[in-house]
Nanobody
Framework: QVQLVESGGRFVQAGDSLRLSCAAS????????MCWFRQAPGKAREFAAA????????RYSDSVKGRFTISRDNARNTVYLQMNSTKPMDTAVYYC???????????????WGQGTQVTVSS
């Protein structure tokens, strides 16, 4: 099993940058594919970014591609989401998730963090 704790969410102005962190405990992060999902008020949970076990492969939703970067430091058991050029549409609770298989579907992710709130004002 793995436990995930997100941090770094905060209130920012549009165009600002911030970095979210997801600290994993239990099994090492290298055992899992990792993903960031987000959920805005009144909307379904949405895929944002995923990264392979080694960090060599990433995938992004069209809504964040070119602005966000997912990365991982397996030695630190930590996954990051660097958010640049933020927009009000990025306002959401951001969740870190871990899966033993490659997927961009929320249902494939077995372990989830508690979420961290990101608010981007215009």
């Amino acid at each position: 099993q793995v436990q995930l704790v997100e941090s770094g969410g905060r209130f920012v102005q549009a165009g600002d940058s911030l970095r979210l962190s997801c600290a994993a405990s239990g099994r090492t992060s290298s055992d899992y594919y990792m993903c960031w999902f987000r959920q805005a008020p009144g909307k379904a949970r949405e895929f944002a970014a995923a990264i392979s076990k080694s960090g060599s492969t990433t995938r992004y939703s069209d809504s964040v591609k070119g602005r966000f970067t997912i990365s991982r430091d397996n030695a630190r058991n930590t996954v990051y989401l660097q958010m640049n050029s933020t927009k009000p549409m990025d306002t959401a609770v951001y969740y870190c998730a871990a899966s033993l298989e490659w997927s961009v579907e929320a249902g494939s992710y077995r372990y989830w963090g508690q979420g961290t709130q990101v608010t981007v004002s215009s």
